[in-house]
């Protein structure tokens, strides 16, 4: 035997990362969940690996899930939404704020209120080509002056028990209930990119925008229909999240503005657009989540966990550009 | 373009081309100007070198925000830790300083600024080395400079001595209208750009945020510049962040939190372009004292604080939707 053939069937973790990402990630998912197992009996919390931490591994990915949602098909056009954060916010507020009108009222004022957000953002980025990053971020700023506003006012303020159940219920003891509204919305997201005419003109927009315009596809559109969608996910994010706080405050969606991009980089979704999906962005919420259990339970402060988070969350960015550079 | 004006343009001199290639940042300071007289006309006690003075002061964080800032949109990047990085020496400096000599002081925030500018150019050398995008990378590190500053501070507390303080706060050079705060501005600014700026270093941030590919076939090291890029983005940084322990006496690790955007938007106003390779710091500077004196402007008025802010915001949003038409038009026109 050469050593030419050997080379070649040899099975680089590089190679593997190129063909399936998906798998790769399935991998670390695993392994991370193992480790947490490790920790947590070394620290005498008992066994992690148990039914009951994968299902409330779920039930806490949800909330980043949507938000991560909304940020992939806007970083697959190209751009990226900072304003995730605070338009949940703004939807945990709606709820809580006019909890006492029924439930069905207050989700849909909260879903209109993201909308409205998604489609300002959405305006100033299609119609006026502000730069997007710019764009969400004094979108972000601005809502979080209102918020604060708003936050200062007396008012009752009580979240619906139907969306506390939504937020943070169970069914069947493993079941979290806001798995029935990622689910859809995933394979919604996941169908729609691949087989739907504007999942097409998403990538084809990404990828390279003057091609697009010249090939027919009304790019504003489509960049408008992003945002405005991100803008939607990132409020039913925040509804869910005020479900399982049960109470709203200002500071409730922040710490997930760094997790949204980071699920979608991880995910491999290119933050130059038109390579990615919401698949690999799952896996990345997930991983997230259950990295977030293991800071928790080896007892980090605030200070270090944020500083311990940046550093994974640029590791794992390192490897993955490493891994798909390699092709 | 017609074959007389082609002619004529040499003809008239340098004004004509000076007006021409400075247009955006001529209007910045003359609408710098029609504030200011405006806030004149408004202020009822009278108006005199102590209001020149606290504008200078709150607006000082921002024009070091806004030049780190700009320097690093300029090489064709963005910096979204700037934020984190003054907090981060905002805390350091009121947590060392508080016991400290003035001289101490002093040499204290020179170490600070060169530390900075080193951690600066970590971030710029894990952007050149991972090829991660810049937008991640500098993401990242708002949040793990900005859980540093946490670390050394978990609240506000620290202070600086008192003379440090008076150095940004009440000194003044010359003449009482003249606060001793601009002349730090402008020396650091001169000391720490002006003498790079027209440099082979200087250009080749010019170079490779104007074209990054026929820069490097052009022979610059594209690589060391980036780095160079984010290096004075930290050092100008750290400047904000002492500024800020200087004009309040306090560390607070939640201080930069406004800056990384106010300073994207002052870059932006003060005729950066965000597609990189345009415009220079003199246009940002006066452009955070724009951002300061409107807000200030709203608050003389009784507007509510976070009303301010989300004026201030929309502003910001409006500023760059009208530049970005402008530049599509001149666009079209040539």
């Given at each position: ?210 091609a697009a315009r010249l090939a027919g596809v009304r790019t504003w559109q489509v960049l408008l229909f992003v945002y405005a969608i991100c803008g939607l996910l990132s409020a039913a994010a925040g509804i869910l999240l005020v479900g399982f706080n049960n109470a709203a405050d200002l500071g409730i969606a922040a710490p997930f503005l760094l997790p949204s991009v980071a699920a979608v980089v991880i995910g491999g979704t290119s933050i130059f657009g038109g ?53 | ?131 991660v995008a810049d937008i991640i990378v500098t993401l990242a590190m708002l949040f793990v400079l900005g859980g540093l500053a946490l670390a050394v501070l978990q609240v506000p507390g620290g202070g600086a001595p008192v003379r440090f303080q008076s150095l940004v706060s009440v000194d003044t050079v010359l003449t009482q209208w003249f606060p001793a705060a601009l002349l730090i501005l402008f020396g650091s600014f001169a000391l720490l750009w002006l003498t ?9 941030l010019y170079a490779i945020g104007s074209n990054r590919g026929a820069a490097y076939l052009a022979g610059v090291n594209v690589k060391r510049s980036r780095i160079l890029a984010y290096a004075y983005s930290g050092a100008f940084a750290a400047l904000g962040g002492l500024a800020f322990t200087a004009a309040s006496g306090l560390g607070d690790p939640n201080a930069g939190g406004i800056y990384t955007l106010n300073s994207v938007a002052a870059a932006v ?66």
């Amino acid at each position: 035997m050469s050593a030419a053939p050997q080379v070649r069937e040899r099975p680089s973790l590089r190679r593997l990362a190129g063909d399936s990402p998906a798998a790769v990630l399935t991998l670390v998912f695993v392994a991370i969940f193992i480790g947490t197992d490790i920790v947590n009996r070394a620290q005498g919390g008992g066994a992690f690996l148990t039914l009951k931490q994968i299902s409330t591994t779920f039930l806490f990915a949800a909330v980043l899930g949507l938000m991560a949602a909304g940020q992939t098909l806007v970083m697959l056009t190209g751009g990226v939404d900072l304003s995730v954060a605070t338009t949940a916010t703004a939807g945990a507020f709606a709820v809580s704020r006019f909890g006492t009108e029924g439930s069905p009222k207050a989700i849909l004022i909260a879903l209109v209120i993201g909308l409205v957000i998604g489609l300002v953002n959405g305006i100033g980025v299609a119609l006026f080509r502000v730069n997007a990053l710019i764009m969400t971020l004094g979108i972000s700023t601005i809502t979080l002056g209102l918020l604060t506003v708003q936050a200062q006012k007396q008012f009752t303020s009580l979240v619906p028990n139907f969306v506390v159940t939504l937020g943070s219920g169970r069914v069947l003891t493993y079941i979290p209930y806001d798995l029935f509204v990622w689910v859809p919305i995933a394979a919604l997201i996941i169908l729609g990119l691949r087989y739907s005419g504007i999942g097409r003109m998403i990538y084809a927009v990404g990828d390279n925008p003057v091609a697009a315009r010249l090939a027919g596809v009304r790019t504003w559109q489509v960049l408008l229909f992003v945002y405005a969608i991100c803008g939607l996910l990132s409020a039913a994010a925040g509804i869910l999240l005020v479900g399982f706080n049960n109470a709203a405050d200002l500071g409730i969606a922040a710490p997930f503005l760094l997790p949204s991009v980071a699920a979608v980089v991880i995910g491999g979704t290119s933050i130059f657009g038109g390579l990615g999906g919401y698949a690999g962005t799952i896996l990345g919420a997930l991983i997230l989540t259950v990295l977030d259990s293991l800071l928790t339970i080896l007892n980090a402060s605030q200070a270090v966990r944020q500083i311990i988070y940046g550093l994974i969350v640029l590791a794992l960015a390192a490897i993955y550009a490493r891994a798909t550079a390699a092709e | 373009m017609t074959v007389t004006t082609a002619v004529a343009v040499p003809q008239r001199g340098g004004l004509a081309r000076f007006v021409r290639r400075h247009g955006w940042t001529i209007g910045i300071y003359v609408l710098l100007l029609v504030l200011t007289l405006f806030w004149r006309s408004q202020t009822t006690v009278k108006w005199g070198p102590f209001d020149v003075q606290s504008l200078v002061i709150d607006a000082l964080p921002l024009c070091f925000a806004a030049c780190a800032q700009s320097i690093v949109i300029i090489s064709g990047g963005i910096d979204l830790s700037v934020g984190s990085m003054m907090s981060l020496a905002n805390v350091v400096s009121a947590k060392y300083m508080l016991h400290m000599s003035f001289d101490e002081a002093i040499l204290f925030s020179l170490a600070v600024v060169a530390g900075a500018a080193v951690v600066g150019a970590i971030t710029g050398l894990t952007i050149v080395v991972t090829r991660v995008a810049d937008i991640i990378v500098t993401l990242a590190m708002l949040f793990v400079l900005g859980g540093l500053a946490l670390a050394v501070l978990q609240v506000p507390g620290g202070g600086a001595p008192v003379r440090f303080q008076s150095l940004v706060s009440v000194d003044t050079v010359l003449t009482q209208w003249f606060p001793a705060a601009l002349l730090i501005l402008f020396g650091s600014f001169a000391l720490l750009w002006l003498t790079v700026r027209r440099t082979r270093p200087g250009l080749a941030l010019y170079a490779i945020g104007s074209n990054r590919g026929a820069a490097y076939l052009a022979g610059v090291n594209v690589k060391r510049s980036r780095i160079l890029a984010y290096a004075y983005s930290g050092a100008f940084a750290a400047l904000g962040g002492l500024a800020f322990t200087a004009a309040s006496g306090l560390g607070d690790p939640n201080a930069g939190g406004i800056y990384t955007l106010n300073s994207v938007a002052a870059a932006v106003l003060g005729g950066v372009s965000l597609l990189g390779g345009v415009g220079g710091l003199i246009g940002p500077i006066a452009a955070a004292f724009v951002l300061t004196l409107v807000k200030t402007l709203m608050i003389l008025r009784g507007v509510d604080q976070n009303y301010a802010q989300v004026i201030q915001g929309a502003l910001i949003v409006l500023v760059v939707m009208i530049g970005g038409l402008a530049i599509r038009q001149k666009g079209k026109g040539s």
